[in-house]
């Protein structure tokens, strides 16, 4: 049997992202056969390994399982919180699979967001080389010109980075829907709501974007990630993709469309 990546096999087992894996291998929370192991470059065999996460054995994935929730305003994209506030992983009443959150949206943010034990599609999805496009609904305090359009769409720097081009539409005051946008308190008549598309997953990007052109944003939304959207979910509620949904999604992020789902970590190379 081949040996492993251990933090690929942590990923793939749904216990973390590989790059939250990685946090995990070099505070010494993993053990290979009693032995804890802090190099990045450790290898086991998921088979015969007795390999631990803080005590607990780590099991293959057999099943892999892939969520859309539509995540309200007021929760972390995390599966705990120090300060005891209420997460995504919260909303997923009768999920029995260890999933974890692929990306993050602010706490103050809202809209789609993929959860899943499939860490090969989570790294390929969080990655900047694949570009899976993230499409956001933002609305904006006052009226951004054309000049401040053309900024978001170029680039510009946050950060001391240049971000990448972006698709960026003035939409208006009203949703591309035809239905209002929301009540947002202070956001004021001259609001305006921005279509932005980033392929790229900066920490609050959108909204230090939007402030670099001064119009901070009132309310953000994440509408679509990759070619997954789905407008009739309610905040707070999830589902699963359609197989449909999933060959799409591997597809865009490179993988395989005829991959197996229920594929174990050591089915792909190491």
Request: proline share 6%; net charge positive; hydrophobic share 40%.
């Amino acid at each position: 049997m081949a040996m492993i990546r251990l933090q690929k096999i942590l990923s793939g087992a749904g216990v973390a992202s590989r790059r939250a894996a990685e946090a995990l291998i070099r505070q010494g929370r993993v053990s290979v056969n009693g032995i804890a192991v802090t190099e990045l470059g450790a290898r086991a065999d998921p088979h015969r390994d007795d390999i631990r996460f803080d005590g607990r054995r780590v099991r293959v994935v057999r099943r892999f399982r892939y969520l859309l929730l539509n995540k309200p305003r007021g929760c972390v994209t995390t599966r705990s919180d120090p300060q005891g506030r209420r997460t995504v992983l919260d909303l997923l009443a009768g999920v029995r699979e260890y999933v974890y959150p692929v990306g993050r949206l602010d706490y103050d943010s809202e809209g789609l967001l993929l959860l899943t034990n499939d860490g090969e599609l989570a790294a390929r999805l969080m990655h900047p080389r694949h570009e899976v496009e993230r499409i956001y609904e933002a609305l904006v305090r006052g009226v951004p010109g054309r000049r401040e359009i053309e900024r978001l769409a170029r680039g510009l720097v946050i950060d001391g980075r240049r971000t990448r081009p972006a698709e960026v539409a003035l939409i208006g005051p009203r949703r591309a829907s035809g239905r209002a946008a929301p009540a947002l308190g202070g956001a004021g008549a001259d609001s305006r709501l921005l279509r932005i598309g980033i392929r790229e997953g900066r920490s609050r990007q959108v909204r230090k974007m939007c402030e670099a052109i001064g119009h901070p944003v009132v309310r953000l939304r994440r509408v679509r990630i990759g070619p997954i959207a789905d407008d009739r979910l309610r905040p707070g509620e999830f589902r699963d993709l359609s197989d449909l949904e999933i060959v799409r999604l591997k597809a865009a992020a490179g993988l395989p469309a005829g991959a197996d789902a229920g594929q174990s970590p050591d089915a792909a190379p190491p």
